[in-house]
C-alpha cells in the first residue's frame, strides 16, 4: 500500500519539504531497528478535523520510548502540538499520522548512547488497512507459524521499530498463503494478537480478547472497544484463549489505529459464524465510526479538534 506524500514533514522541530526528510545511512535506527513510534488518526468531522485520542498516543509513545531509555529531546505537550500543526501545515481534512523517534548517526555501536535522538511527525491520507471491502464483507486470515516474543525477551509493551520485524514474518507469511492477515499466537500457544491489530472474537453474546501478559501491544482502539462495548451492555473478558477457540467463535474481529474495526470472515479457511461480519460487530463499528460524524457522543474526550491557524516551529526542550 503506497503512500500519499503530503507538503511537509515535521522534523527535529521544523516544518520541511516531503523530500527532504532524509537522515543518514550509518543512522543507527536503520542498524538496529532503535525506533519508536505511533499511528494515529485524525477524522473529518462536522467541526473540522479531530485526531483520536491524541494525548494517549503521545503518552504511549513517550513510554515505549522510557522503556528503551530513549529521551525525547521535545515535551508531550510539543509532540502533540507537532501533530495538529502539520495537519494544518498539509490542509488535510482526514489523515493517518506518525509520529517517529529514532536514534540518529554518530555511532555504530550497540547501545547507540552517543547516537542523537532525533523525531518526526508524518501525515498523509490513508484509507482502511485491510482494504475497505473488508470492514463490511470481512477478511481471511490465518494463524501464523511464527510466535510472538517469550516475556523478558523483547518488550511487547513498547511501541517500538524492531518489534515489528516479527510482524513483518507474520504478515509476509500470510499474504504467501492468500490470507489477507496473520494471527500470531504467544510463547504458550495461546492467541496474542495480528501483525498490527489487536484481535476480539464474540461467543454467546460476550466478548474476549487476549491480556496484556499475551505479548500484545495495549491498543489504544482495543481500549475503545472495551470501552464502548460495555456501554452497550456487553460482558468482555480479558483472558487466555486457545487457537480453537477461533475456529468456534460466533464473530472475530480485528482493532487497531491502521485496521480500525476489521471484521474476520475465516480463520485458517474455517468459516466464522456466518462467514461474514457479525451483528455485535457491526453495532460496535457504528459505535466506533459514529463517533466522528456526531452519531456518538465524545463523553470520554477523545477528540482532539484542530484548530486553523499555520502551526509554528519549537525548540527541542522548550
Known amino acids: 500500500m503506497g503512500i500519499k506524500e503530503a507538503k511537509t514533514i515535521w522534523f527535529d522541530g521544523e516544518y520541511i519539504p516531503w523530500g527532504d526528510a532524509n537522515v543518514h545511512i550509518t543512522a543507527h535506527a536503520l542498524h538496529y531497528g532503535s525506533s519508536v513510534f505511533e499511528g494515529i488518526r485524525a477524522y473529518e468531522t462536522p467541526d473540522g478535523p479531530a485526531i483520536f485520542r491524541l494525548s494517549d498516543h503521545i503518552d504511549r509513545l513517550f513510554d515505549s520510548a522510557k522503556i528503551h531509555r530513549i529521551a525525547i529531546p521535545f515535551t508531550p505537550e510539543q ?17 493517518y499520522l506518525r509520529p517517529l523517534v529514532f536514534r540518529g548517526a554518530e555511532s555504530l555501536g550497540v547501545t547507540g548512547a552517543d547516537c542523537p535522538i532525533q523525531i518526526a511527525v508524518i501525515a498523509f491520507e490513508w484509507g482502511a488497512y485491510l482494504g475497505e471491502a473488508g470492514l463490511t464483507a470481512g ?14 525477551t523483547f518488550p511487547a509493551m513498547a511501541k517500538a521499530g524492531g518489534n515489528y520485524l516479527s510482524s513483518q514474518l507474520v504478515a ?11 494471527v500470531a499466537l504467544d510463547h504458550q500457544g495461546y492467541v496474542s494478537e495480528g501483525s ?28 475503545t472497544v472495551i470501552t464502548l462495548a460495555r456501554e452497550r451492555g456487553y460482558s468482555v473478558t480479558e483472558d487466555r484463549i486457545p487457537r480453537e ?3 468456534v467463535a460466533d464473530e472475530v474481529f480485528f482493532t487497531g489505529t491502521a485496521a480500525e474495526i476489521t471484521p474476520v470472515r475465516s480463520v485458517d479457511g474455517i468459516p466464522i459464524g456466518a ?16 463517533l466522528f460524524d456526531g452519531r456518538t457522543a465524545d463523553r470520554w474526550g477523545w477528540l482532539d479538534r484542530v484548530r486553523a491557524a499555520r502551526p509554528v516551529a519549537m525548540t527541542a526542550g522548550k
Do not use: M
Not at 501533530?83 to 481534512?93: D, P, Q
Not at 499474504?175 to 492477515?181: F, I, N
Not at 462467514?275 to 459514529?290: L, V, Y
Open 79 to 95: 509532540v502533540e502540538e507537532a501533530c495538529r500543526g502539520i495537519i494544518v501545515e498539509n490542509g488535510l481534512a482526514s489523515a
Open 139 to 152: 477478511v481471511d486470515v490465518g494463524v501464523s507459524s511464527w510466535s510472538r516474543a517469550a516475556p523478558n
Open 172 to 182: 509476509n507469511e500470510a499474504r504467501r498463503h492468500g490470507y489477507a492477515e496473520g
Open 196 to 223: 498490527g491489530e489487536n484481535i476480539f472474537l464474540v461467543k454467546k453474546g460476550k466478548l474476549f480478547t487476549p491480556p496484556v501478559s499475551a505479548a500484545i501491544l495495549p491498543g489504544l482502539t482495543r481500549d
Open 245 to 247: 477457540a477461533l475456529y
Open 275 to 290: 462467514h461474514r461480519r457479525g451483528a455485535i460487530t457491526e453495532q460496535i463499528q457504528n459505535d466506533f465510526f459514529g
